[in-house]
T-cell receptor
């Protein structure tokens, strides 16, 4: 069984640019969540998708947006990048019938 | 306002002894609690969880205790092994997960 995968592994962008991060959920998992982890902090919830619909959102501005596709893979888009957006972005899929979320390895985004 | 708190940033334990990692929460709506382990350059790995209707859950060397009246949970690792050295996150669920800041566990050989 393939776990959660994310791409790319690392990314460097300039302030003001836009970025798209990708995630493939674990097989059979139809709920995907995105988190931002800044240095020295725990992951912060950005939003969650269930069956292609946004199903909850954390305290992040609208320039953070997402999509979920029919195969349950997902994208996180961030527009107008700011220096503070530099962080590890984690994707997690939920084992059906549980609260257990399984994380991918993350994408390290650096904004200069 | 931090709803999930891991007040100790680090813990050092001798191999073979017990590691006790603590976590406090403020939101009484949380109904499920999870512990994750994280190595550098990897995503968090699910370890063990507990429902709010239980007070203990055990899986091998890992046991989680929940004290709802005190809004406190703890993870016990017995016996501790050097490979357990990592950052441990406590998380609480009300649909979405809210994480603490993590505690760095070092197990000395």
């Amino acid at each position: 069984e393939t776990g959660v995968t994310q791409s790319p592994t690392h990314l460097i962008k300039t302030r003001g640019q836009q970025v798209t991060l990708r995630c493939s959920s674990q097989s059979g998992h139809n709920t995907v969540s995105w988190y931002q982890q800044a240095l020295g902090q725990g992951p912060q919830f950005i939003f969650q998708y269930y069956r292609e619909e946004e199903n909850g959102r954390g305290n992040f501005p609208p320039r953070f947006s997402g999509l979920q596709f029919p195969n349950y893979s997902s994208e996180l888009n961030v527009n107008a990048l700011e220096l503070d957006d530099s962080a590890l972005y984690l994707c997690a899929s939920t084992r059906p019938g549980t609260y257990e979320q399984y994380f991918g390895p993350g994408t390290r985004l650096t904004v200069t | 306002d931090q709803q999930v708190k891991q007040n100790s940033p680090s813990l050092s334990v001798q191999e073979g002894r017990i590691s006790i990692l603590n976590c406090d929460y403020t939101n009484s709506m949380f109904d499920y609690f999870l512990w994750y382990k994280k190595y550098p350059a990897e995503g968090p790995t699910f370890l063990i969880s507990i429902s709010s209707i239980k007070d203990k859950n055990e899986d091998g060397r890992f046991t989680v205790f929940l004290n709802k009246s005190a809004k406190h949970l703890s993870l016990h690792i017995v016996p501790s092994q050097p490979g357990d050295s990592a950052v441990y996150f406590c998380a609480a669920s009300e649909g979405k997960l809210t994480f603490g800041k993590g505690i760095t566990l070092s197990v000395r050989p």
